[in-house]
């Protein structure tokens, strides 16, 4: 974030607006380091967790139940933040109705970072069983499917969590649907929406200073406003 802020924004960083937010994962860290943040996300419990960390540690951010395809922002901000976010929206309207919602609430040279999966070179594959041994747990197997549909580009993740606690056993499903994109479909996105292409960035991790199209597994994408 530092380096996105520092190094590629056209302006200087002082607002930033997290999306899908979480429990404050990135929002209280960024508050920490003297960033003024606003946290959307459309789920109520894991927000309630993030104002309670935050009073906690007694910083200020402004958490607010929000749907990314419709935040309507008071004032412009500098920076926008969308880590694990972007890929739950299943269609390419969706992704360019945040899209545009993004541009507008961004100020001129601000920032947008989020990250997508790459589509290229996924395929569909069983993860199998893994052991995991906690307290009052003997064990619980988890056991993954990951479905890819070709049409969409949609992955249908599937889990089975089985617990035997002293004999006693509990099972627990549930499961995912996520978006997978090109590098191209991305920019071509972006470029729908209103952004300018020589002012789109792409990395292969947060770390990475060294850009990429389509050779990384996930793209973390830096759009300047």
């Known amino acids: ?27 209280i860290p960024l508050v920490s380091k003297g960033y003024v943040v606003i946290g959307i996300d459309k789920h109520k419990k894991m927000l309630a967790i993030a104002k309670k960390k935050a009073k906690e540690q007694n910083l200020k951010i402004d958490f607010k139940e929000g749907d990314m395809r ?29 899209f545009s919602v993004f541009l507008r609430s961004l100020e001129e040279g601000g920032v947008l970072i989020f990250n997508v999966p790459n589509l290229i070179g996924r395929e569909q594959r069983d993860h199998g069983i893994e052991t995991f041994h906690g307290k009052n747990v003997y064990y619980m197997e988890i056991r993954k499917l990951i479905c890819l549909d070709d049409v969409k580009a949609v992955t249908h993740e599937e889990w089975v969590s089985i617990v035997d606690d002293r004999g006693k056993l509990c099972m627990i499903s549930g499961e995912v649907k996520t978006k997978l994109l090109s590098y191209e479909e991305v920019i071509t996105l972006l470029q729908n929406s209103g952004f300018t292409k020589d002012k789109i960035r792409c990395f292969p991790s947060y770390e990475a200073r060294d850009e990429v199209k389509d050779e990384a597994k996930d793209l973390i994408f830096v759009v300047v406003k």
Do not use: P
């Open 1 to 27: 974030m530092r380096y996105a802020f520092k190094k590629i924004a056209q302006r200087e960083i002082k607002t930033v607006l997290d999306v899908c937010c979480g429990t404050g994962r990135w929002a």
């Open 70 to 98: 419709d935040i309507h922002m008071m004032k412009k901000v500098d920076a926008i933040l969308v880590c694990n976010g972007i890929y739950f929206l299943l269609s390419h309207d969706d992704i360019l109705k945040a």
